[in-house]
């Protein structure tokens, strides 16, 4: 079991966290000082708060404190997940529903990862389902594409891309050393981000030319990145 530690809030007690990642132990005790002080000097009792992107949940827990005659939804669509139900029952928050989805970047699609083994996507404007993306195990983080039409899903240690129109997979399941944590398309769709439970972190690049699916799983598997300074560089002699 981990040990507590607690992250600093100006002016109030700090907030103690009882699961949360080792590697950003350090970080946690005085992070983020100045943003949490905008929020004890301006949120007021009876405030609904959205928090996306709730992550371990030291903002939902403080949003909880402040605004105890409101409501925060926290948005959380990866693993971290669990790691924020602890840290929220852990401090006695009773005024946060926690929800495991994620928004399209045009805010019209919604998806939902679920421990039944489906990620769901949504109409935002309906709530109608559009589709489901079936797995065999627990969906533990769901994202979309900037332009909506590709969802990455992680189950366990595998990750997969999926039509979000159709609900048909796009790749076949990539796998990873350890369980993945988090995933994320980059800002022009070009390249899939996935973290894991080995602090590993790989890129794949989504190439858009023609080929087969055996060719281009091939060439992700690869890994076509290398870090070089702050840039990431294509690589192609890594594949055969």
Known sequence: MQD???????????????????????????????????????????????????????YTILFSQLAPHGRVFAFEPTATAAM????????????????????SADDTQIVTASADGNARVWSAATGLRLTNLKHADSVDAAAFSLDGTRVATASGHLAQIWDSQTGQPITSPFEYQGSILSLAFSAQDTNLIVASSDQGMRVWGLRTESGTLDRWQQIARCGLFT????????NPEHCP
């Not at 992250?7 to 350090?26: F, K, N």
């Not at 870090?227 to 294509?234: A, E, H, N, P, Y």
């Open 227 to 234: 870090l070089d300074g702050s840039v990431l560089s294509d």
């Open 84 to 103: 924020l139900r602890a840290n929220l029952a852990h401090n006695n928050v009773g005024n946060a529903e926690i929800h495991e989805v994620a928004f």
């Open 4 to 58: 507590r530690v607690e992250t600093s809030i100006p002016g109030r007690e700090p907030i103690e966290l009882v699961a949360y990642y080792d590697e950003l132990r350090d970080y946690y005790a005085q992070c983020e000082l100045e943003t949490k002080r905008w929020f004890v000097d301006h949120v007021r009792a009876d405030w609904s708060i959205f928090d996306v992107g709730a992550n371990i949940g030291y």
